[in-house]
């Protein structure tokens, strides 16, 4: 089936709109049996996928508006594969794990949606056709977050939309820009990243084309100081809404770094690692504090994806393959730890309607189950080896450390200052005498809520016990890619500091 | 000194000058549109001057049709004059804001 | 000759005009425009544009102001009219920088001497056969378009004018409670 | 081989996993036994390996699986048994299966005795983890993972809640454990990036690799690598100033003090530079600063001992204190000694820290000494056992502590890092003093423990068996130094003695012996009859307060690192993030808002504004062609 | 007086064509109200139909670059498109008629005549580079359109009617004295001749101040026709006080006749590099955009917001007329064709909630509070609406972010990245408000005494004409291309 793509978008979207059709009362079943259908159809995109093949798999190409360049053009390879699939993960146990009781029809529709568009920008190949998808996908999380959020919904979904909004305008530009230059040069208009691959900038075009990328990405990333939507948005969007955003949205814009900047502009990308580290470290350590000094045991999470976020970051401005390789999975990694966390947080939040730490206390005892899957997800989160979580943080900084040193260590306090503020998070709601009397009846978890988590879990330790299937394709695509970095680098600076790995080199 | 096309334009940029003064003071709407009379009639002059000095039909032709313009307006504005008069019993404009911001 | 009529005539213009701009009484001003009019009329024939001086006494002076007239009676306007005027220097400000710029683009090429006839445009500003030819020639579509402007103008004025306008079908104004509202609007 | 190799490995982790499946069921009697027996297969594959590499001499190495490959990096799980490793193996499954079955004693009452299982075999899985690895990473996991196995076992009795510093010098097991984490946490960074040197350097992080091209390292980097690892190491084995939390960590069960604190995970940093000698034995600037820094730690943790009520908290001390004796070894490149001692410490100190749990279940958990005393006569065997391992530890001749603390303290002499011996054969004298200061205050004198009403009795039989192979090596362990030395020196140097050393050798022995036997004396005299406080002493004594407040070195990390962080980060988050950064984003919006709200007044409804606007509109654009002009 | 002669055939009578069938359309209805009084409405919206499907026909049969009529009609690719444009924005506009209540304006056949005057109007400025037809038709247009305005026959409409009014026949005078400023130094009205005429001169100082001069006096014109900032001051009140269709009619139809004149006289300017008033337009054309945003932000009423959208919209367009590159020329017809569908929906979404009472505030007939909830009452109106807010937004797919995206490329192609930046970030305050109107309907409660309001004025051709503009809004993808290329194409063929 090569056109396998094209079906892992248009199946939820037209499931979605079938989805209008289907009585209130069995929405769940249906919501959770398409989601299902689409998880195993990922899978099987990754069993058929040709992991010894660094380029993009599965392509299909059909012209929309020649005029213009624009084609519908899919293709995959190893470093969208995975997110793609934690797309299809993600949305799956999300349904699952559902608790809402208003409107549930239309939050699975909605999610089905989001589906869609989250999936587009993963294996988009078009610029605008990913940018379609990319700014389609604010549309169903600004209902999500809208509709069912928390007190202070409204406010949230909106800046969340319009700050990630006003980003990707100038990324717009900077898009636009580019495909006139590209015109300029072959003559021809193209939208496909793989013919702007060939495209050699002059180091001044690429700079300002790097930031106006940099801006549509930092904001969906989000990179200090563009941050604070992100802890708005969490804060008051329904735990599915989390999960989702935390597990997959973020990811659009690092995968941005990856698929566009990088590539794209090789020696911006190389004159410009000082201040983009700077900003990751200040998100790595800064965010990490703030955290530490929230209340709310979601706003925690909120900012620690910020401070993960940064890891991953720097792993992709290490420019070398052992960093990007390490933040492409930790972007998996990222997703699947803080998804779970967001999960188990609205675990607590469906049987207490607070979030508040100083409301809990003492739930270990009440809640043995939920404290274990809790705590091996705090583990995974401050990257405990053999979870998911190490591999990523490890090879990312491990990545950067070839650059810099002294901001590797600097960085380095991540494993620090998130055990800080993830372990108090952990001695506040679950350790210590069980205090407040409106927990002692507290129920652990159900088996929908099992059902959800129990595969994160599962997850989080094969693959942090054998990262091979995952690591490896990611690998390949990384490596190509650096390769084509270094290939295209002009500068002195960035050919020195691109650095092709060994059995690259020789194979050339 | 002979009167040359300058004096004419002069002249006719004074006088739209005096009717935009008209405009921009009136409150009357009627006298309002009094002004903007004056204002045509200014590019009146300075369409019949330029065209009798380059001896060129078309300048004349433009203003006959202002003054075509002119007479249309007139009738479409008296009957929207009367239109509130009836509803307002006044003629002020100051009256007519409750549309704003 | 020309020259003091044409002094004469701008400055009674002007004068004119600035009644018809200033003054508060209606009947005034209008009375000042209709004479600012004629004389507008005179500077047309001083200029040799015999037709349109025709038709600026015709249609401006007669039509125009005669519709004016009797808009006026109809709004009973003969009484002083009370403003509350803007301030004047707002006013002057705009209109005086109005003036400045346009004198400013007329006067700053001297066009006196550079303006000559680029175009083999239509010769004979002054002979009103010329004028018939050029308008029923080359003028002939916007002479029908201003036809039709001028139905319309009619129309307009008609419909605008009439009874039938009096009583609005596309809106009721009342002050009852929603809930009865609510009632008529589900009727 | 390899099959033993594997058996040794996983046979904690099945037991591990085994009572993970009873973890919230209560008290099930099985899991404590079958974790004991397997815990126990694990030790007799052990020790086989050791016999066999003894006899074979040959290392025996396995890769199970790749772990990760990214880049040019390629990390496979793989694990060598080698000498050292097969030493240290023997010594940590002898003393987990030890702890398991005594535990099955200690823990009979606890409602959570199945997750205590599952965690305490989860440790023995992560310390043979962290011994066997092959490589750096592989060391790397299970040195995290004996340090989350710490904070699960220090927290185990979560449930109690955060008292003040007066109260709980500890605070609270939670809080004790995480601070074992976090401080562990900082040392890891250390030890993390002293694995991207290596790695960045030389391509590889596995020993045999790494250890083979130190060579192609300017000294600068080796120096560098060097540090790094030893503020791993430092975190791990609690040296000066990552130590507080060892004490603190106390709070766990006492078995798992006896394993973790006591036994083996401290010592893994001890281990790590043991097995890094090729790269220390390059670098003796760093190995003497190492022995510095252990030597300085033996007779500062000593200091604090002296004083201190707390029973355990008197082991730890001890604790800390050996651990800078085999620091000051390895320091100063006597690997084999440091490993030695590392050994025997562990025989007699968990055999002191069991016996410390008997007393503690005696007197219902209280564990201020001052009010314990006379024991002796209900506790016969405790006694024998804690007297024997205090003994060990004092460094009595014929226990084991005595060969090994002996040989550091040669090693010392040897050196001509006299200030090193003086301090340490210093600290040998203030051991022997609390170590039987503590004897004598549990076992003699009058009995206290009535006034808080215990009713002390002599533990159960299969626990006091179970003490018994600890005492029986802490006991001949020394008779074996030459054996152990013929032993592992197939991979660790030599170290051999000067001429002269071995000329001093017994005048040293008898001086080093002469001040353990004073300590001892010092501690009969004033406690072997009986408690007498002089509370104006405690009370106005400046050095006694310093040394019972832990040179307030806890409350000085409270005030300078702990608080000002907190009130950092909620500085961050009020003031920064949501003054400055979303106000800043907010702003904008609101000027933007304001902004329209302010240009719709210009909307103000009046016909006349708009002409006057329309009007304003010519000139604005005529200043706007006007400027251009000018400009260009 | 001798003859004049002149071969019937060079007259090209054909170009006039699509005029004459509108002008025939509104005559043959007068015609029908005289001998027959009191018809159904539904006749005269049928026949408006018929004469508008007729002149698209005619216009589409014109082959473009001829002139005819003694050079007066200029038919070419430009005047194809415009005319193209304000036929289908009217044919669209025309079923609104047909409610299901009854309104003043639309019960008067007379309302159907002058709606074809004012088409018949606004063809020939499309169709015209002569200032005289341009002014002559714009004034019929005009005058046609206060009428229609005033026809709705509310307070709010008669007020509009007399600020559009007042403010167009000053807007006419400046018109007139731009005009004479560009006559002055060129000598003729027609505006190929005038391009002309200035190429010959350009450099001549005393030929570029008047030039210039005149082109400000037409920007004033042309701003207030296209409702630039300052000039804008009528558009929201014009647009609240008329019905909902005329206002969304005026935010297109009237706007592209002056485009296209806008594109005709400025074209000349750009063409000659004049760059004080390419600065000029871009300035006003930001400050339009930006400034019409944050005042749409503030507002509380949708159809005031879409006002000021409006406004902004043509300030974004507007740029395009300042880059003079055919793509640049293009883009503004592609923006407006399917500006046309979304806003023309947009606005009919109103008209569909329509109703004579004011329940919900004494002035305001569509407060945002009026659709709070509304997703819960009639969930499919609802999402439409949100389609046309989200198109409106710039948000992909939906169709205006075509338009959007290729303004954009315009610009950037021609080097100006900050103005790209800045009409790109204005986006991002705009959304604010189209989202505003989705939240309402989407994240609020529905107020109680709702019930059927939303559905008030629901007829099926109103859900025909929201139908057609919802699928043209959401199936854009499929047709950007042949719309492209075609609208390139006759730009290309004008010479623009």
Redesign the interface.
């Known amino acids: 089936m090569s056109n396998i793509l094209s079906v892992l978008i248009f199946f939820p979207l037209i499931a979605g709109v079938f989805g209008f059709f289907v009585n209130k009362n069995s929405i769940r079943v249906y919501g959770i049996v398409v989601a299902a259908a689409e998880f195993l159809l990922s899978l099987w995109l990754w069993m058929s996928f040709d992991t010894t093949d660094a380029g993009m798999q599965f392509v299909e190409k059909i012209s929309l508006i020649p005029e213009f360049g624009i084609s519908y053009y899919l293709g995959v390879d190893g470093i969208s594969l995975f997110i793609v699939i934690l797309s299809t993960l993600m949305t799956l146990l999300g349904i699952v794990a559902l608790s809402i009781k208003e409107d549930l029809k239309n939050m699975i529709i909605t999610l089905l949606f989001l589906e869609v568009a989250m999936i587009g920008v993963f294996v988009s190949l078009d610029v605008i056709l990913f940018y379609i998808f990319w700014e389609f996908s604010l549309v169903p999380m600004l209902y999500i977050i809208g509709a069912w959020g928390g007190p202070k919904k409204l406010y949230a979904a909106i800046k969340f939309f319009i700050y990630t909004f006003a980003g990707s305008l100038v990324m717009l530009v900077g898009i636009l820009y580019l495909a006139y230059i590209y015109h300029a040069t072959t003559g021809v208009w193209s939208f496909s990243l793989t013919d702007w691959y060939g495209l050699l900038l002059p180091t001044d075009v690429q700079t300002i084309l790097f930031w106006a990328f940099f801006l549509g990405f930092a904001i969906k990333v989000p990179m200090f100081p563009f941050h604070t939507w992100l802890p708005y948005a969490h804060g008051q969007a329904p735990t599915v809404g989390s999960v989702i955003l935390a597990a997959v949205l973020l990811k659009m814009g690092s995968y941005g770094f990856v698929r566009f900047s990088l590539p794209l502009f090789p020696d911006a990308s190389v004159a410009f690692i000082l201040p983009i580290a700077i900003l990751a470290i200040i998100m790595i350590i800064y965010t990490a504090m703030v955290a530490y000094a929230q209340k709310d045991m979601k706003q925690v999470i909120a900012y620690s994806s910020i401070s993960h976020m940064g890891v991953i970051i720097l792993g992709t401005f290490a420019m070398n393959v052992e960093g990007i390789s390490g933040s492409i999975f930790q972007m998996l990694s990222h997703g699947i730890v803080s998804g779970a966390l967001f999960m188990l947080v609205g675990v607590i939040y469906d049987r207490r309607h607070t979030k508040l730490m100083s409301e809990f206390g003492g739930l270990a005892k009440v809640m043995p189950t939920y404290a274990t899957i809790f705590v091996v997800m705090t583990m995974a989160s401050v990257g405990l080896p053999l979870t998911i979580g190490f591999i990523g943080e490890y090879l990312s900084l491990a990545g950067f450390f070839k650059v810099s040193p002294i901001m590797t260590i600097l960085a380095g306090t991540s494993i620090i200052v998130g055990a800080v503020y993830m372990l108090s998070v952990v001695k506040k709601s679950f350790f210590g005498p069980l205090a407040n009397p409106e927990n002692e009846k507290l129920k652990d978890l159900d088996s929908k809520e099992l059902w959800a988590l129990v595969p994160l879990v599962a997850i989080v330790i094969w693959l942090g016990v054998y990262p091979k299937p995952v690591l490896e394709p990611i690998d390949n695509s990384t490596k190509a890619l650096v390769q084509l970095m270094h290939k295209k680098a002009q500068t002195d600076k960035a050919k020195k500091i691109i650095l092709v790995s060994k059995d690259a080199k020789e194979a050339k | 000194?002979?009167?040359?096309?300058?004096?004419?334009?002069?002249?006719?940029?004074?006088?739209?000058?005096?009717?935009?003064?008209?405009?921009?003071?009136?409150?009357?709407?009627?006298?309002?549109?009094?002004?903007?009379?004056?204002?045509?009639?200014?590019?009146?002059?300075?369409?019949?001057?330029?065209?009798?000095?380059?001896?060129?039909?078309?300048?004349?032709?433009?203003?006959?049709?202002?003054?075509?313009?002119?007479?249309?307006?007139?009738?479409?504005?008296?009957?929207?004059?009367?239109?509130?008069?009836?509803?307002y019993g006044t003629?002020?404009?100051?009256n007519?804001?409750?549309?704003?911001? | 000759m020309e020259t003091v009529a044409f002094y004469l005539f701008s400055i009674l213009i002007t004068g004119l005009f600035l009644v018809t701009a200033f003054s508060r009484n209606i009947l005034y001003a209008m009375s000042a425009l209709a004479a600012g009019m004629v004389l507008i009329s005179g500077l047309f024939f001083i200029m040799g544009a015999d037709f349109l001086g025709a038709v600026q006494l015709v249609v401006y002076s007669g039509a125009v102001m005669a519709l004016y007239a009797f808009g006026m009676m109809f709004f009973d306007a003969t009484r002083d009219v009370k403003e509350k005027n803007s301030p004047a220097g707002i006013v002057f400000l705009l209109s005086g920088i109005s003036a400045v710029i346009l004198v400013a683009i007329f006067a700053a090429p001297k066009i006196g001497e550079n303006i000559k006839a680029l175009v083999t445009g239509t010769k004979g500003a002054d002979n009103p056969h010329v004028i018939g030819e050029v308008l029923f020639t080359k003028y002939l579509v916007p002479f029908e378009v201003a036809a039709v402007m001028l139905l319309v103008a009619m129309i307009a004025g008609i419909v605008l004018a009439s009874k039938k306008m009096d009583e609005s079908l596309s809106e009721i104004y009342i002050d009852a409670d929603p809930e009865t509202v609510a009632k008529e609007e589900q009727k | 081989m390899e099959n033993l190799v594997y058996i040794a490995l996983f046979a904690p982790l099945v037991s591990s996993l085994f009572a993970a499946l009873f973890a919230q069921k209560p008290k099930i009697q099985l899991v404590g036994i079958v974790t004991s027996i397997l815990i126990g297969i694990s030790l007799l594959a052990s020790v086989t390996l050791l016999l066999d590499i003894h006899e074979s001499g040959k290392a025996v190495s396995v890769t199970l699986m790749d772990w990760i490959q990214a880049g040019d990096m390629d990390i496979k799980f793989g694990f060598t048994v080698d000498q050292v490793t097969a030493v240290m193996m023997s010594v940590v499954t002898l003393v987990s299966t030890v702890v398991h079955v005594y535990s099955n004693y200690y823990m009979e009452s606890d409602k959570s005795f199945n997750r205590f299982f599952s965690y305490l075999s989860a440790f023995v899985f992560s310390m043979m983890v962290l011994v066997m690895s092959d490589n750096f990473l592989g060391l790397f996991i299970g040195w995290e993972g004996v340090g989350v196995c710490s904070w699960l076992l220090i927290g185990f009795w979560y449930e109690r809640k955060d008292e003040t510093r007066d109260v709980n010098p500890s605070i609270s097991p939670s809080w004790a454990a995480n601070e074992a984490f976090i401080m562990n946490r900082i040392a890891d960074l250390g030890m993390l990036v002293g694995i991207f040197m290596i790695y960045w350097n030389l391509g590889t992080v596995k020993y045999s690799e790494v250890f083979a091209h130190l060579d192609q390292l300017s000294h600068g980097m080796l120096v560098g690598i060097g540090i790094a690892l030893f503020i791993g190491a430092m975190g791990k084995s609690a040296q000066f100033p990552l130590h507080t939390w060892l004490a603190d960590a106390m709070e766990g069960p006492t078995p798992v003090s006896a394993l973790i604190h006591a036994a083996t995970m401290v010592t893994a940093g001890v281990y790590l530079v043991i097995r890094a000698n090729p790269l220390y034995s390059q670098i003796p600037e760093v190995g003497y600063f190492i022995a510095v820094v252990g030597t300085f730690v033996a007779i500062f943790a000593a200091s604090m001992a002296l004083v201190n009520r707390d029973l355990k908290r008197v082991i730890a001390y001890s604790t800390l204190s050996q651990l800078g004796y085999m620091f000051a070894a390895a320091g100063l490149g006597a690997y084999w000694v440091a490993l030695f001692h590392l050994a025997a410490h562990a025989f007699f100190k968990a055999l002191l820290f069991i016996g410390a749990g008997n007393v503690m279940h005696a007197m219902h958990d209280e564990l201020d000494m001052f009010k314990m005393g006379g024991l002796k006569k209900q506790m016969g065997w405790t006694f024998f056992y804690m007297g024997l391992a205090s003994l060990a530890l004092s460094g009595i001749y014929p226990l084991a502590g005595f060969f090994s603390k002996d040989t550091i303290l040669e090693v010392a002499f040897n050196e001509h890092t006299y200030g090193i011996w003086f301090t340490l054969w210093l600290t040998a004298g203030l051991t022997a003093f609390y170590s039987f200061r503590q004897v004598f205050l549990v076992f003699f004198g009058d009995e206290r423990y009535h006034e808080i009403g215990a009713h002390p009795h002599e533990a159960k039989a299969y626990a006091l068996w179970a003490m018994a192979p600890l005492a029986i090596l802490a006991v001949i362990f020394g008779f074996y130094k030459e054996d152990f030395v013929e032993f592992v020196t197939k991979l660790l140097p030599a170290y051999e003695m000067s001429e002269h050393t071995h000329h001093m050798v017994w005048i040293l022995t008898l001086v080093t012996t002469a001040i353990a036997l004073t300590g001892i004396i010092v501690a009969f005299i004033k406690y072997s009859k009986g408690l007498k406080r002089d509370l104006n002493f405690e009370q106005n004594n400046k050095l006694y307060k310093l040394l019972y407040n832990q040179y307030y070195i806890p409350v000085l990390y409270e005030k300078a690192f702990a608080k000002p962080y907190k009130e950092l980060s909620d500085i961050a988050w009020q003031e920064i993030d949501m003054q400055v950064v979303d106000a800043t984003v907010d702003g904008i919006a609101k000027a933007v808002e304001t902004t329209g709200d302010v240009s719709r007044r210009a909307q103000n409804g009046n016909l006349s504004t708009y002409l006057k606007w329309m009007a304003a509109g010519l000139i604005f654009v005529t200043l706007i062609t006007v400027i251009s002009v000018v400009i260009k | 007086m001798a003859p004049i002669n002149f071969d019937l055939s060079s007259l090209n009578l054909v170009t006039m064509s699509p005029m004459l069938v509108t002008l025939v359309g509104a005559l043959v209805i007068l015609c029908i109200d005289l001998i027959k009084p009191n018809l159904d409405k539904t006749l005269y919206v049928t026949l408006a139909m018929l004469t508008l499907f007729i002149a698209i026909g005619a216009n589409l049969s014109l082959s473009t670059n001829q002139r005819g009529l003694f050079d007066t009609i200029l038919i070419d690719g430009v005047s194809l498109l415009g005319q193209l444009l304000i036929l289908a924005g009217s044919m669209l506009f025309i079923p609104l008629a047909l409610t299901k209540r009854k309104f003043h304006d639309f019960s008067y056949p007379e309302f159907f005549s002058l709606f074809l005057f004012m088409v018949f109007g606004f063809q020939f400025m499309a169709a015209s580079d002569n200032l005289i037809l341009i002014f002559v038709g714009l004034e019929t247009g005009s005058l046609a359109l206060y009428t229609l305005i005033a026809m709705h026959n509310t307070r709010l409409a008669h007020e509009a009617a007399i600020k559009y009014f007042t403010m167009g026949a000053m807007a006419a005078g400046f018109f007139a004295m731009g005009a004479a400023a560009i006559y002055a130094v060129t000598g003729s009205v027609e505006i190929f001749s005038i391009a002309a005429v200035m190429q010959e001169r350009q450099n001549e100082i005393g030929m570029l101040i008047p030039v210039i001069g005149g082109a400000l006096f037409m920007i004033v014109a042309i701003g207030f026709k296209v409702s630039l900032i300052p000039f804008h001051m009528w558009t929201p009140d014009t647009y609240e006080g008329a019905s909902a269709p005329m206002a969304g009619y005026m935010s297109i139809v009237p706007k592209v006749a002056m485009m296209v004149v806008a594109i005709r006289l400025f074209g000349v300017y750009m063409e000659l590099d004049i760059k004080v008033v390419k600065m000029a337009i871009i300035v006003l054309a930001v400050v339009t955009t930006t400034a019409a945003n944050m005042m749409a932000l503030v507002q509380e009423d949708v159809k005031r917001m879409l006002a000021y959208s409006s406004i902004s919209h043509a300030g974004f367009v507007m740029v395009a007329i300042a880059l003079d590159t055919t793509k640049g020329y293009s883009s503004i017809f592609l923006y407006y064709g399917l500006f046309l569908f979304t806003n023309l929906g947009a606005f009919a979404m109103l008209w569909i909630s329509r109703h004579k009472y004011n329940i919900h505030h004494d002035r305001f007939h569509h407060p945002y509070s009026k659709f709070a909830g509304m997703i819960k009452i009639a969930p499919i109106p609802a999402v439409i609406m949100a389609v046309f807010m989200l198109s409106l937004a710039g948000v992909p797919p939906f169709s205006l972010f075509w338009g959007k995206m290729y303004v954009l490329s315009a610009i950037v192609d021609s080097g100006h990245y900050t103005v790209a930046i800045i009409m790109a970030l204005n986006s991002a305050i705009a959304v604010y408000y189209y989202l505003k109107l989705i939240v309402y309907m989407f994240l609020k409660s529905p107020a109680d005494n709702q019930g059927k309001v939303v559905y008030a004025n629901r007829a099926f051709s109103l859900e025909l004409v929201i139908g057609i503009a919802a699928f043209v809004t959401i199936t854009s993808v499929f047709y950007i291309n042949p719309l492209m290329s075609f609208i390139t194409d006759l730009v290309g063929a004008s010479g623009y």
């Open positions: 000194m002979t009167i040359g096309l300058t004096h004419y334009l002069v002249l006719s940029a004074i006088l739209f000058a005096v009717g935009l003064a008209g405009v921009l003071r009136r409150k009357n709407l009627l006298m309002l549109f009094f002004a903007t009379e004056i204002m045509l009639n200014a590019a009146n002059i300075a369409f019949a001057a330029i065209s009798t000095h380059i001896g060129d039909l078309s300048g004349q032709m433009f203003a006959l049709f202002i003054i075509a313009i002119a007479a249309s307006e007139v009738a479409v504005g008296l009957g929207l004059l009367i239109l509130i008069y009836k509803k003629l002020d404009l100051d007519l804001s409750i549309m704003k911001g």
